[in-house]
């Protein structure tokens, strides 16, 4: 565990998440990046800022792309580099990536990166045709397959491999909707029982409404610069010291296996190694429960359990707070909410707070060091960080 | 003209720009990335090739994001981290300015920074629509002004500050093509007059169809590493000695002038501070001919006269091949063609083979210092890197 940090994150914001009506992309992100100037009083955003990377999965949704200046913009820092990354719903997830290369290169000292997504004024029907332009055009979605469909397929082979439950993995989703509840920023903060659950209507079996992630707006960002830079900025950064991330085939129907995310484990091995961190030594971890199935898979592709024990580890309570080690506190993508773009800097955000212990009734106790992990479609791009605490 | 490279160009690709029917942008990708592999024998692409960056401007062409991911599986590279960057028409220029941060970031040796975009196969009606997704939706598109309509504004402005001329304007096409017709890659290979293009109709007054740059499909990309490890690579690298990139408001409306792209001059003032050049120096230079006019501000933004003077410029055949700086050579985005993704990175292209000695008939001679310009919607990004030959 003695990784040098590659980065500190001197300090983040995240809009309300929910329904956020009457708002574009670019009102919800200034109310991100607001937050995050006022957390650092000491950075001045228009002289020290000098580069931005902005995750924005889909122009269709306000007809709106160029976000990566549109942001900058609305943020009030008009004039630097400014660039959108699209991984799918790992969007943001790269844009970390990408504000490390910026960071690290040495020609960008303090850099913000972050995502943002207004969806919730499209029908349910508009939403899924443009998630879906992240999977393959010719071979998935042609065929009327969509993203419901594709985690259900991988589901479907877990269980056939492993047993694994439709109980287990509706479990993800009161797991993450306690942990909701505890968030006033989630767009859903009320606690639901695994017979809601279960008696939910199917979506593509065996994952019914609630195994499903929200339509949500929302945006985030985290502020980054050169470790030896932080202290001017912060009495409390968090480092990043560890950075993954992989591609894989777009396409599932090409994959080598179904039952876990190949890009999720080469990035995973990447961060590891870099930051000298074992799975054991994480304190707690934001992964991404695109469906509550994704997580199970993503608590073994981590490394949290052994691979088929997804099932096992989420029914021991270990991944609920006040467990060895809780996962998607903030209430994740099935209750906190998935704007898509946001996720991975509003996973980043998450981890700032429980690691500079703001994380108020969410808190977990002693944290040092956290992991987020950020997947787009159906894994062919998998971005995990892993932060540690200063203190 | 003692500027350090920041990294070194090893090989270059780009495929057939044209009408590419019944092709994928994978496929087209595909062929760009074969291009550059085969020009470099001694790259192991599967084992050297450590993250990639994809400029791709609209997933509405043919229903398909995640492109980093999908581009990177059609070039054989599945497994590296994968990013598509979008920028508008500056998508490619984005991703090369990414792809140097990652090299320099020490994560990342050798780096493929390219672009795609597949667009004939949509009317020219669904592109137009498409392509004004980069301007501002609720103050610009919302009222029907598209992205001729905006260049023309600031021609229109720009004639009755300085008294620019429709036929100066216009000369800028046929050069452009006749710098097309030495380029066996370009979309159209075909010299046209100044008559034709002033008996063209009108597009948005002052521009005419012939001021207008080409619905194209194409790819191309570039490889980089660091300046010490070029010489395992190739004995011919280019190296790029300045980078810079910026933004300004993405609505032409709040702009200070409509005379001069503020991105343009930003980004270029960083790039030749970082490349110890003055545009005096620089021998030749691919710039962003979006529309005819947009070449002309170009030449003052970039400093290759002065404010107000590019029609006087153009008319002295100094920017024409034989000329004191020959500009797009390739035959630009006017004659060459304009896939939006793909332009960035084919411009940096051609400097590959100007700085080599590898652009045949059109080759300017004695190369040694180029300028590429990639600008993105209205001007809200512009990218300028600065480039100079290993001889």
């Not at 400014?82 to 910026?102: H, V, W």
């Not at 594709?150 to 589901?155: E, G, K, V, Y």
């Not at 950075?243 to 090409?254: K, N, P």
């Not at 484990?265 to 799975?279: C, D, S």
Request: net charge neutral; with cysteine.
């Amino acid at each position: 565990m003695n990784g040098k940090p590659l980065v500190s994150i001197i300090s983040a914001g995240m809009s309300k998440f929910g329904k956020r009506e009457g708002l574009l992309a670019r009102e919800i992100f200034s109310e991100a990046a607001y937050e995050a100037f006022t957390r650092c009083p000491k950075l001045n955003p228009k002289g020290d800022i000098k580069a931005m990377f902005i995750g924005h999965m889909g122009e269709a949704y306000e007809h709106q792309g160029h976000t990566g200046s549109a942001m900058a913009d609305w943020a009030g820092l008009t004039g630097i580099p400014a660039t959108r990354t699209e991984a799918a719903c790992a969007s943001s997830g790269a844009a970390l990536r990408s504000g490390i290369y910026a960071v690290l290169s040495g020609l960008a000292d303090v850099v913000v990166v972050g995502g943002v997504e207004k969806m919730t004024h499209r029908t349910t029907a508009e939403v899924t045709e443009y998630l879906a332009m992240a999977s393959d055009y010719p071979f998935e979605q042609w065929h009327g397959i969509t993203f419901p469909g594709l985690f259900a397929l991988m589901a479907t082979a877990h269980m056939h491999a492993y047993g694994t439950t439709e109980q287990q993995i509706a479990l993800a989703a009161v797991k993450n909707h306690y942990h909701g509840s505890l968030n006033p920023k989630a767009h859903m903060q009320k606690e639901i029982t695994l017979e809601t659950v279960m008696a939910s209507r199917y979506v593509a079996w065996p994952l019914k409404l609630y195994d499903c992630s929200l339509i949500t707006d929302g945006a985030s960002c985290i502020i980054l610069t050169k470790p030896e830079l932080a202290s001017k900025y912060t009495d409390q950064p968090v480092h990043i010291v560890g950075s993954g991330q992989a591609s894989d085939t777009i396409g599932l129907y090409e994959r080598k296996s179904f039952t876990s995310l190949n890009a999720t484990t080469l990035a995973a091995k990447t961060a590891y190694e870099m930051a000298q961190v074992t799975p054991q030594q994480v304190d707690l971890a934001e992964v991404h429960d695109c469906f509550t199935f994704a997580e199970l898979m993503a608590y073994e592709d981590l490394g949290f359990c052994k691979l088929g024990e997804g099932g096992k580890l989420i029914e021991s309570g270990e991944t609920r707070l006040g467990g060895r080690i809780p996962v998607n506190t903030s209430g994740g993508l099935k209750a906190k909410g998935h704007p898509v773009g946001a996720t991975g800097t509003a996973q980043a955000y998450e981890m700032y707070l429980q690691l500079t212990g703001q994380a108020g009734k969410r808190q977990v106790k002693d944290a040092k060091v956290g992991l987020t992990h950020n997947v787009g479609g159906s894994g062919a791009t998998s971005v995990v960080h892993i932060y540690r605490s200063a203190q």
